[in-house]
């Protein structure tokens, strides 16, 4: 495994981490602890050492989650959540980024992941109106101060959130996380310059591109209710399956999985710290491994969008 800072937050993270939305129910399978403590069990045994999660992923169940299945290895782990999205709070949503809100949130994220301090606490997919609320950061960076969080971060909710970016300095901010893969590079003409700019560490969420730049998918698939991907019209899937299936097939000749290519090419970057693909299994997860394989020196990646020399 490979490790990089992450930022100026004095954490080092492995390049391959694991991300846990599907531990909420979300993605059309449903997890036990069993099922956690193999998946975790087994980047354990691969050097990973950083899970990334949120509240609303169930109402903290991935959270809690985790929390079981690491209980006794909470050394081990950079555990990084969310926060604004309430789920289990009868209050109007747009009091969920108010600081009395967001610190219950946090008091809840800490007993679901069976921890005393969370090492990245990141305000996740607001608006600019809510981000600019000093409140809210100075109850934040007290809570920093009583040891209830080691690093704050911004999990901006649009590609090309340059404001919100570009404020992180300011607020005290060491990493920002955004969607970037192959497919969507929608962050590469000003966010990721910003960070870089500010020494950000970044880490890259749907890496895989929800999954279809793993190859396993041909336009006309169908997902169940239970799917986030469900809710997109057939239309705009298919052709996402489609622009994914031809890229793989131009580009990914390796000796490696679909996945592990895609997955290299985002950490080829500069101004990427990590990957955090969501897996379902430890087969998922040993093939995503296998794109530390393909990072230079020896990378063999056949991409002419990758930097040979990242």
């Given at each position: 495994m490979r490790f990089r800072q992450l930022g100026k937050s004095g954490l080092s993270v492995?390049?391959?981490?694991?991300?846990?939305?599907?531990?909420?129910?979300?993605?059309?399978?449903?997890?036990?602890?069993?099922?956690?403590?193999?998946?975790?069990?087994?980047?354990?045994?691969?050097?990973?050492?950083?899970?990334?999660?949120?509240?609303?992923?169930?109402?903290?169940?991935?959270?809690?989650?985790?929390?079981?299945?690491?209980?006794?290895?909470?050394?081990?782990?950079?555990?990084?959540?969310?926060?604004?999205?309430?789920?289990?709070?009868?209050?109007p949503a747009e009091t969920h980024w108010q600081p009395a809100s967001v610190q219950q949130q946090l008091e809840k994220?800490?007993?679901?992941?069976?921890?005393?301090?969370?090492?990245v606490y990141q305000f996740h997919s607001g608006s600019d109106a809510e981000l600019d609320n000093d409140a809210l950061w100075t109850m934040l960076h007290k809570q920093k101060e009583a040891g209830k969080i080691r690093s704050l971060g911004i999990s901006i909710g649009q590609l090309n959130n340059i404001h919100?970016?570009?404020?992180a300095t300011a607020l005290g901010v060491d990493m920002i996380?955004?969607?970037?893969?192959?497919?969507k590079r929608g962050a590469e003409p000003e966010v990721l310059p910003s960070c870089q700019?500010?020494?950000?560490?970044?880490l890259a969420r749907t890496p895989l591109a929800s999954g279809f730049l793993g190859g396993k998918y041909l336009p006309g698939a169908r997902f169940p209710g239970n799917d986030v991907r469900a809710m997109r019209k057939q239309e705009h899937l298919d052709a996402e399956i489609g622009r994914?299936?031809?890229?793989?097939?131009?580009?990914?000749?390796?000796?490696a999985s679909k996945a592990a290519w895609?997955?290299?090419?985002?950490?080829?970057?500069?101004?990427?710290t990590a990957v955090i693909p969501g897996v379902k299994s430890v087969a998922q997860l040993d093939a995503n491994v296998r794109a530390v394989e393909l990072l230079p020196p020896e990378s063999r990646i056949l991409a002419s969008t990758a930097r040979a020399d990242a």
């Open positions: 492995s390049v391959i981490g694991v991300g846990t939305w599907q531990f909420g129910g979300h993605w059309g399978q449903d997890f036990g602890i069993a099922d956690v403590q193999r998946i975790l069990g087994r980047a354990s045994e691969h050097g990973i050492n950083l899970i990334d999660t949120a509240e609303c992923y169930g109402d903290h169940l991935s959270e809690s989650l985790i929390g079981a299945a690491i209980a006794g290895q909470r050394d081990r782990w950079v555990l990084a959540t969310k926060f604004g999205h309430d789920r289990g709070s009868d209050a994220s800490l007993k679901a992941l069976g921890t005393d301090c969370i090492d919100q970016v570009d404020r996380q955004v969607v970037y893969n192959v497919l700019r500010q020494q950000l560490g970044v994914a299936n031809k890229m793989l097939e131009q580009y990914a000749k390796v000796d895609a997955l290299a090419w985002c950490l080829k970057h500069p101004a990427i």
